[in-house]
C-alpha cells in the first residue's frame, strides 16, 4: 500500500516569506509525527498529532511554527517570517496508534533551504 | 544533557567483521526503545524494536539494559547493503528522541 507522502519534496524560499509543508499519512494511522533534520543530527521532535488534535507540541521552537490536522489524516506544518536557520529536511512520520511501541513510518521529507 | 547519545563514528570495518554500536538514554521513565536505519538522503526506517530480555533479527541482535540506561546493536557478518547510519531512538511519553546517529560504512 501507499506510504507515507510528503509535498513539496524541495521547497526553496526568500528569508521573511511564509512557507507550508504537507504531509500524507498511512491510510487508518491515528498519530501523526513532525520532526526536523539537520545535517549530521538525527530527526528532532518538533508535534505530535492524535487524530486531529495537538497532543504535543512542545517542540516546536518558536510562535512562527504551526502545525495543523483538521480532519484526522493530512497534516501541514506553517513557517512563518521563514529564517535561514529554518533550512532542514522537515519529516513527517504516522503510525497506527499511540501506544509506544508502535511503529512510526516515515515519508521521504521536505528539504527546505531559507536563502 | 541530551535525550539520548550516541558516538557518531564513522565506523569502517570490512566485509564479514562483527560490528557494535552503544546509546545511552537520560530519563529512566523511558517507555520503548528501537533502532532505525537511515541511509543517504533518505527518511529513517526501522530495523528492530529492542526489549529488555534482548532480541535477534538474523544478523542483528539488540539489547537494552534499564539499569545502566543502555542500549545496543549488534551486527554480525556485515554486508556493504549494511553501509548507512544507525539512528537509537528512546520513547518517552508521547515523543521520540533520536540520536545523532552512528555512520558505518562497511568495505570490500
Known amino acids: 500500500g501507499a506510504g507515507v507522502s510528503q509535498t513539496p519534496s524541495n521547497k526553496v524560499t526568500e528569508k521573511g516569506k511564509y512557507v507550508e509543508l504537507r504531509c500524507d499519512p498511512i491510510?487508518?494511522?491515528?498519530?501523526l509525527y513532525w520532526y526536523r533534520q539537520s545535517l549530521g543530527q538525527g530527526p528532532e521532535f518538533l508535534i505530535y498529532?492524535?487524530?486531529?488534535?495537538?497532543?504535543?507540541d512542545s517542540g516546536l521552537p518558536n510562535d512562527r511554527f504551526f502545525a495543523v490536522r483538521p480532519e484526522g489524516s493530512v497534516s501541514t506544518l506553517k513557517i512563518q517570517r521563514t529564517e535561514r536557520g529554518d533550512s532542514a529536511v522537515y519529516l513527517c512520520a504516522s503510525s497506527p496508534s499511540s501506544v509506544s511501541t508502535d511503529t512510526q513510518y516515515f515519508g521521504p521529507g521536505t528539504r527546505l533551504t531559507v536563502l | 544533557r541530551k535525550e539520548v547519545e550516541q558516538d557518531p563514528g564513522p565506523f569502517n570495518v570490512p566485509e564479514g567483521a562483527t560490528v557494535a554500536f552503544n546509546c545511552t538514554y537520560s530519563n529512566s521513565a523511558s517507555q520503548s526503545f528501537f533502532w532505525y536505519r537511515q541511509d543517504c538522503r533518505k527518511e529513517p526506517k526501522l530495523l528492530m524494536s529492542v526489549y529488555s530480555s534482548g532480541n535477534e533479527d538474523g544478523r542483528f541482535t539488540a539489547q537494552l539494559n534499564r539499569a545502566s540506561q543502555y542500549i545496543s546493536l549488534l551486527i554480525r557478518d556485515s554486508k556493504l547493503s549494511d553501509s548507512a547510519t544507525y539512528l537509537c531512538v528512546v520513547n518517552t511519553g508521547n515523543q521520540f528522541y533520536f540520536g545523532t546517529g552512528t555512520s558505518l560504512t562497511v568495505i570490500p
Open positions: 491510510s487508518g494511522h491515528t498519530a
Open positions: 498529532f492524535q487524530g486531529t488534535g495537538a497532543a504535543d
